[in-house]
């Protein structure tokens, strides 16, 4: 009996010695094909076409769960190599039978996982969901892609990933406020890839692809004049009114209650920047 006993000692301590935390990284919109078969822990070991371009570091167990864009139905979509199905493979394959994950997403992505959590409930070990630049809300650059430069005959990935990331697109497609316990941690800046040529369709202040009514988890789609606050509670406008605009009047923000902002760059940190952002706590 004692030998049993120890024996089995043995392979409860052999089981938590081989448990390990898999951090998964979820790319955003790209013109290429980042899919790769996740069928075991040894997949996805590489960042298959360099979307995040070298800029995720010192990190160990990381994972690239790469998706084909133009797939239909864009960050919704299920199809082979589709996003829902690569996150939904790496899931079963990295987060379970006693390991952990670490998801950390940017800019699409994070409209990506938000979906999944909103409309799945899978029995999987996540520590910790971060969006960098999340696009969960939308961006006017995705209306204006598939609205007018489809129209023209532009290249929009098919229209697929793009129609999802329309700012309809992403808020109709689940309910944001359904995150089933979990939180997602934000990141944010208000910085320019683009020399500020994108800013005029982008409503309030933006960081050069995604007005901040996205990046602040603002539940409507308006025009932030204010930079995202730490937390998760109701942001607060001031501006002249009255009478010869000497009285102070405010606006407020609500926001969506499971995206909880960690962090705020600012003019020094762009969208493609955002990318370096998952140690931000």
Request: hydrophobic letters at 30%; charged letters at 15%; proline letters at 1%.
């Amino acid at each position: 009996m004692r030998k049993l006993a120890l024996l089995a000692f043995v392979g409860l301590l052999a089981g938590d010695l081989s448990a390990a935390t898999y951090r998964l990284f979820v790319h955003g919109r790209s013109g290429s094909n980042h899919c790769q078969a996740l069928t075991s822990t040894a997949s996805g070991t590489t960042d298959y076409n360099n979307y995040w371009g070298g800029t995720v570091t010192g990190l160990s167990n990381v994972r690239y769960v790469g998706f084909d864009g133009t797939q239909s139905g864009g960050a919704y979509s299920w199809n082979n190599c589709g996003a829902q199905k690569q996150l939904n493979d790496a899931l079963r394959v990295f987060c379970g039978t006693g390991n952990t994950c670490e998801i950390y997403t940017h800019s699409t992505g994070g409209l990506v996982v938000a979906a999944y959590f909103g409309l799945n409930n899978p029995t999987t070990n996540i520590s910790r969901i971060q969006l960098m630049a999340s696009a969960a809300g939308g961006s006017e650059l995705a209306d204006f892609s598939t609205s007018y430069l489809a129209w023209l005959g532009f290249d929009t990935l098919g229209g697929q990933l793009d129609q999802s990331v329309s700012t309809g697109g992403a808020r109709n497609g689940f309910n944001h406020s359904q995150a089933r316990g979990r939180t997602y941690y934000t990141t944010s800046g208000e910085g320019s890839d683009y020399l500020n040529v994108t800013s005029p369709l982008l409503p309030g202040k933006d960081d050069g692809v995604l007005a901040n009514h996205s990046l602040c988890s603002v539940n409507r789609v308006t025009g932030v004049g204010v930079s995202c606050t730490r937390g998760n509670a109701r942001m607060t406008e001031s501006y002249a009114c009255g009478f010869l605009w000497l009285s102070t009047c405010y606006y407020n923000y609500d926001r969506w209650t499971p995206y909880y902002t960690v962090w705020q760059g600012g003019s020094s940190e762009s969208h493609g920047g955002a990318k370096r952002d998952y140690n931000r706590r």
